[in-house]
């Protein structure tokens, strides 16, 4: 028998898989209910909106054919919404896709890659996939501590994740703060601020850092259509970078990463100013409701300007999890996080809100 371990690369036989949300369906099966709600995955609950579901039914109509390779459309609506040339994008199936390209661009085993304690968990993914050293610094109060961050940056540094705000902890890192860090960090160093939830954000001193790329040509800026553009499935992110290092990651994407589906949906879905406003004013809703009610059952909560908030409760999440599963609830344990007294829980519908709280509630009054 092949010792596939011993062929293997060293990044890829240490690599812990991705854990996803525990999907509704999954639940509905394994436990014998319905009307399950999930609030695990940061989702959007409000779905798409009417003009990119319009143009994912008529792009059905064209599974057949390979989509466009370049993405051109996306690219030009891209481009001008953001104000930067389309040579400064690359897309990615999903931002995921663009985390792991930018790792897979300038990162060899012999590298590190500085990130945060607590910080999106794809990003020390991607560092181990391609057998590099991950050198995790410690959190300040759950969120992204540059100065640690910026301390870390050895010669061997290639590259450094930001997540702003970050999952799942909902923190986030002020302009100022972001661009002193930015401005320490040395040449030989790629800097990605991942920010996925930037359009759920509404505080003045959150940096939209894409025109920063001018004076900081080693930042690469990765967003995404799964969150309030509510396009998950379909898997359309992007990153924006200079030119030149847009065109490496461009070489090292797959070819037809974007399906024809992603890309008409979330062309669509950019013009759709009306649904994400719609999709931000029902987040802070939400937000404000759940964080009430956190209060009200005496549960501290990180605050969090993202579309979800990560709560302590006290013991050990992962049975207050399970039981909430039993009520028809699925929120998000993230003991992965180095959080085992955490869940982390995404702002859903009203009615989704006051069933994960009442869940909530009932759970931790009986164990
Ligand atoms: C911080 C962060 N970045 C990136 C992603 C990736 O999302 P997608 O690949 O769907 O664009 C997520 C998804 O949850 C996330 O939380």
Known sequence: ?????????????????????????????????????????????????????????????????????????????????????????????????????????????????????????????????????????????WGHDLDAMARAITERTRLVYIANPNNPTGTWSPSADLERFLGAVPEHVMVVVDQAYAEYVERDDYPDCIPWIERHPNLVVTRTFSKVHGLAALRVGYAVSHPQVADYMNRVRHPFNVNRLGLAAAQAALDDDEHVARSVALNREGMGYLTGALDELGLAHIPSIGNFVTVDVGRPAGPVFQQMLREGVIVRPVGNYGMPDHLRISIGLESENRRCIAALAKVLGSI
């Open 1 to 141: 028998m092949i010792d596939f371990a011993t062929l293997v690369t060293p990044g890829v036989r240490d690599l812990q898989p991705y854990l996803p949300g525990k999907p509704s369906e999954e639940v509905e099966r394994e436990l014998g209910l319905r009307d399950v709600v999930k609030l695990a995955s940061n989702e959007s609950p409000l779905g798409p909106g009417r003009l990119a579901r319009a143009a994912l039914a008529r792009a059905a109509e064209d599974v057949s054919r390979y989509p466009d390779a370049s993405g051109y459309y996306l690219k030009r609506r891209l481009s001008a919404r953001l104000g930067v040339p389309p040579e400064c994008l690359t897309l990615g199936n999903g931002s995921n896709d663009v985390l792991d390209v930018a790792a897979r661009c300038f990162v060899l085993p012999e590298h590190e890659v500085v990130l945060s304690a607590h910080s999106f968990v794809v990003f020390g993914l991607s560092a181990r996939a391609v057998s590099a050293t991950p050198i995790v610094t410690p959190a300040r109060d």
